[in-house]
T-cell receptor, first 109, second 114 residues
Framework: KQEVTQIPAALSVPEGENLVLNCSFTDSAIYNLQWFRQDPGKGLTSLLLIQSSQREQTSGRLNASLDKSSGRSTLYIAASQPGDSATYLCAVASEKLVFGKGTKLTVNP | DTAVSQTPKYLVTQMGNDKSIKCEQNLGHDTMYWYKQDSKKFLKIMFSYNNKELIINETVPNRFSPKSPDKAHLNLHINSLELGDSAVYFC?????????????FGPGTRLTVL
């Protein structure tokens, strides 16, 4: 049974800092890994999708890496801004999409 | 244009009632999903349909019945609502059989059972 863990559960940083969110999963037989952002009371916005054959994906200030063999992914956010404040969810896809419990990020002005 | 839409956005109802949530996607995807996000914000899949065929059915009470009239729609009907059904329900869609492709989520329906 696939289990996804995200550390830390919550993170508070000052504006401008670079930060890393971690995601680990127990079964390396995955098709892809997806990072989402969820704002309070809102739906999920897909940020990055990494296929199992890829090592990383980049979009603007976001960079996600995947080490399938060790069951780990990181989401790197450069030069954080208050608008980045949200909950970040990691999800791995095998037969179904399995989510972690998220990291709640607060970027303070 | 909204890619994945759900109605209603909020639903407040009494225990024992029957209610439906509708989902529509205009992305041309062939796979659609229902997820439940509980009070602790944990998101878990309930059902998945591919081309109107049920392919994933997690251990969900049979009071929950998904219906897919066509590829673009997946509705969720809930009978005899219970307090524990209170949650946010998200619809999502993807192409292929949802294994290799990005899933796009709707805005969610917040269900409150009194």
């Amino acid at each position: 049974k696939q289990e996804v863990t995200q550390i830390p559960a919550a993170l508070s940083v000052p504006e401008g800092e670079n930060l890393v969110l971690n995601c680990s999963f127990t079964d390396s037989a995955i098709y892809n890994l997806q990072w989402f952002r969820q704002d309070p009371g809102k739906g999920l916005t897909s940020l990055l999708l990494i296929q199992s054959s890829q090592r990383e994906q980049t979009s603007g200030r976001l960079n996600a890496s995947l080490d399938k063999s060790s069951g780990r992914s990181t989401l790197y956010i450069a030069a954080s801004q208050p608008g980045d404040s949200a909950t970040y969810l990691c999800a791995v896809a095998s037969e179904k999409l399995v989510f972690g419990k998220g990291t709640k990020l607060t970027v303070n002005p | 244009d909204t890619a994945v839409s759900q109605t209603p956005k909020y639903l407040v109802t009494q225990m024992g009632n029957d209610k439906s949530i509708k989902c529509e996607q205009n992305l041309g995807h062939d796979t659609m999903y229902w997820y439940k996000q509980d009070s602790k914000k944990f998101l878990k899949i309930m059902f998945s349909y591919n081309n109107k065929e049920l392919i994933i059915n997690e251990t969900v009470p049979n009071r929950f019945s998904p219906k897919s009239p066509d590829k673009a729609h997946l509705n969720l009907h809930i009978n005899s609502l219970e307090l524990g059904d209170s949650a946010v329900y998200f619809c999502a869609s993807s192409s292929y059989r949802g294994r290799r492709d990005e899933q796009f989520f709707g805005p969610g329906t917040r269900l409150t059972v009194l």
